[in-house]
């Protein structure tokens, strides 16, 4: 069963930064391709950021463009680095894994996920 970890989450002031990790328990095809979602309170799930295989091509959402960067140190770990921080970046903030990045949305969602790290941007 594979298991996704986050860490990293807490409470930042608006233009803050926060680092947030992920480690898969295996290395197998199953979770080549990695990411993040967030859910806002009241909002749904919303597509974050995912990294390729080997790291090569990344994709994000409009709203963290700039802003945010993923990155991967080896095939089990990743990571999301997030810059000037908003008030609307507060969520729980979930890693996700699938065999290959297929534009992961709400309506295609992939197939493995953490439990949650809360990024909570307040002054």
């Known amino acids: 069963q594979v298991q996704l970890v986050e860490s990293g989450g807490g409470l930042v002031q608006p233009g803050g930064s926060l680092r947030l990790s992920c480690a898969a328990s295996e290395r197998t095809f199953r979770t080549c391709a990695m990411g993040w979602f967030r859910q806002a309170p009241g909002k749904e799930r919303e597509f974050v950021a995912a990294i390729s295989c080997n790291g090569g091509r990344t994709y994000y959402a409009d709203s963290v463009k700039g802003r945010f960067t993923i990155s991967r140190d080896n095939a089990k770990n990743m990571a999301l680095q997030m810059n000037s921080l908003k008030f609307e970046d507060t969520a729980v903030y979930f890693c996700?894994?699938?065999?290959?990045?297929?534009?992961?949305?709400?309506?295609?969602?992939?197939?493995?996920w953490g439990q949650g790290t809360l990024v909570t941007v307040s002054s």
């Open positions: 996700t894994a699938d065999v290959r990045f297929t534009g992961w949305g709400t309506s295609n969602p992939p197939r493995y």
